[in-house]
């Protein structure tokens, strides 16, 4: 989706409010959950972008952090920098996200890698990986529900 540049500044400002009002203590209890809150901040996005929801143990939101960003078919992705971002907030659990620019929500087979090496990297500080959704303008997939958690 293509925006002008005064949608793509309107949308901008909403995202801020957005931002703002997902504070500490919002809750992701469930992959809808999860899923709208991100199709909100990537699913406009023209360029694919790597977002990551830091929760405490009762999956209240710590913090939402657009991690990587990328060109309209990949980002790169460093769990280093996860697991570091992840100790520095006391998270105990996180929500990954991405978007795919081309409209297409099926994770890729390199998204199913990252989410594990990410579930693996995480692991080994007792951070949990509870999700990862793919977000294609008002389309999402959840790893979680296709059983690749």
Excluded at 58 to 69: G, L, P, W
Excluded at 74 to 93: D, F, G, I, M, Q
Excluded at 128 to 140: E, K
């Amino acid at each position: 989706m293509t925006l002008s540049k005064r949608d793509k500044a309107t949308v901008d400002k909403a995202l801020a409010i957005l931002e703002k009002a997902a504070t500490y203590g919002e809750l992701l209890t469930s992959p809808t959950a999860s899923a709208n809150m991100f199709k909100t901040r990537l699913g406009h996005r023209d360029v694919e972008v790597f977002c990551v929801a830091f929760l405490t143990a009762q999956h209240e939101t710590i913090e939402v952090r657009e991690m990587f960003s990328g060109s309209i078919s990949e980002s790169s992705v460093y769990p280093r920098v996860v697991a570091k971002l992840a100790l520095e907030l006391n998270a105990a659990a996180v929500i990954l996200a991405h978007n795919h620019p081309s409209g297409m929500a099926k994770p890729s087979p390199s998204d199913v890698t990252i989410t594990h090496k990410l579930k693996e990297a995480l692991g080994l500080f007792d951070i949990r990986v509870l999700d990862h959704i793919v977000v294609a303008g008002a389309d999402h997939v959840s790893l979680a529900e296709q059983g690749e958690l």
